[in-house]
């Protein structure tokens, strides 16, 4: 994929790079890299163009080879970009040889999507959790010529005279922090066990899904919140909690933030409290982008971290959203006759599963048979913690 964009003064600009092997086609390839240019604008960079390399395995020094190495080098240089990106993560030695070929910062995908976190992250508790995450990512990770490190040591831009003593102060720095951050988590951490403890005697609701699928959108839409809802990627970091009723029947229901592919392992370890809200839900509404290419493969992103997460399968309700956003090369492939219609998406999709709906959140399209199926899913769990209920 090749791009060019015209981008405002002074934004920062970016490459992407990205390897095409056995494992991954150009076609797929190319869907990474536009879910990569979408992280990248999330930040606030201006992607110029995309570089990709049959190779079957990374280089072990600089990752692409030669040839596109120096080709890379040559558009960097004429055009002054800012960052570059790749779309798999990249080892020390490999950050440390390109930093000092491109003569630029060097961004793997855990790094992008760690700035993206802690520039959306909200609450004290979120902002701690990234920094950990963050800081974590980074240590083994400093080079001479570019540590992160210039607001704490007060300086900016890149210091290319940096040296090795000046190294050992930045991993200093990261690792006090880091002991800093644990403790300030850790305190944070039991003020919400405190908080959990006073919801337990309620069934509690959980939206779950890839990132950009809708769920801050149906989360407003249910429960009338002041929710962040962005056509971007990781629009909400911070989980949100509210109450809702459904025929005199009290439940919480915690939107959640979105899953990715090849979401950095830090990031998911420092998160783990915040995914508490996943652990101990009883139900989960697991959000689909029906509408997108690839939303097959997102739902099995997510059923795999949810595993991780949970080490077991929880009550869920499969939610096919976006379905005012089916396109002619949609019904193609699922051989569906025009204008498609929710008879139509049952008859192929829901596989003899009735916990399977298809909604559009923003249109507000069938949003009652949701209502339904989840008062069906809160009642049967709330008739167990209290089976006197209706007495």
Same mark, same amino acid.
């Given at each position: ?42 930040? =606030? ?13 990374? #280089? ?39 930093? *000092? ?42 080079? &001479? ?13 890149? &210091?290319? =005279?940096? =040296? ?6 930045? &991993? ?41 699928? %809708? ?6 839409? $249910? ?7 962005? @056509? ?19 439940? $919480?229901?915690?939107?959640?933030? =979105? ?16 995914? #508490?809200?996943? &652990?101990?839900?009883?139900? $989960? ?38 379905? #005012?956003?089916?396109? %002619? ?38 949003? @009652? ?11 049967? *769990? ?10």
């Amino acid at each position: 994929m090749k791009k060019l964009v015209h981008t405002a003064p002074n934004k920062e600009t970016a490459i992407l790079v990205a390897l095409v092997n056995h494992s991954q086609s150009g076609q797929r390839v190319k869907e990474y890299l536009d879910e990569l240019e979408f992280l990248a604008t999330t930040l =606030g960079v201006a992607v110029r163009k995309s570089f990709t390399q049959r190779l079957d395995k990374p #280089d072990i020094r600089t990752f692409v080879g030669k040839g596109k190495l120096e080709e890379i080098t040559a558009f960097v240089n004429a055009e002054k970009i800012d960052k570059v990106i790749f779309d798999d993560d990249l080892t020390p030695s490999q950050i440390r040889n390109l930093e *000092k070929i491109l003569n630029c910062q060097i961004y793997d995908r855990s790094l992008l999507i760690l700035d993206i976190f802690l520039k959306r992250a909200q609450t004290a508790r979120a902002k701690t959790q990234v920094e950990l995450a963050r800081y974590q990512y980074l240590l083994p990770r400093l080079t &001479r010529m570019w540590t992160h490190l210039e607001r704490q040591r007060g300086g900016t831009g890149t &210091r290319g =005279g940096a =040296g090795e003593k000046e190294i050992e102060t930045d &991993r200093r720095i990261i690792r006090n922090q880091i002991i800093i951050l644990r403790k300030k988590l850790d305190k944070i951490e039991k003020q919400q066990i405190t908080q959990r403890k006073s919801r337990q005697n309620m069934v509690r609701v959980a939206l779950v899904g890839y990132t950009n699928v %809708g769920k801050s959108t149906l989360m407003k839409l $249910l429960t009338n919140a002041d929710v962040l809802a962005e @056509d971007k990627l990781f629009a909400t970091v911070d989980s949100t909690v509210r109450k809702m009723v459904i025929n005199s029947m009290p439940f $919480l229901i915690s939107d959640t933030v =979105g899953f990715i592919r090849k979401l950095p392992h830090h990031l998911i370890e420092s998160f783990k409290s915040t995914l #508490d809200e996943i &652990r101990e839900a009883d139900v $989960l509404l697991h959000v689909l982008d029906i509408s997108h290419p690839y939303f097959e493969d997102q739902a099995e992103i997510v059923n795999k971290t949810l595993l991780e997460i949970c080490g077991e399968e929880k009550p869920t309700i499969l939610v096919y959203n976006k379905i #005012d956003r089916i396109n %002619g090369q949609f019904q193609q492939r699922y051989e569906l006759e025009p204008p498609v219609d929710i008879e139509q998406l049952k008859a192929t999709f829901m596989n003899g599963q009735s916990d399977t709906v298809f909604i559009s959140a923003r249109n507000n399209t069938n949003i @009652d048979e949701l209502m339904e199926k989840l008062y069906e899913k809160v009642s049967k *769990k709330h008739f167990t913690i209290y089976p006197n209920y209706l007495n």
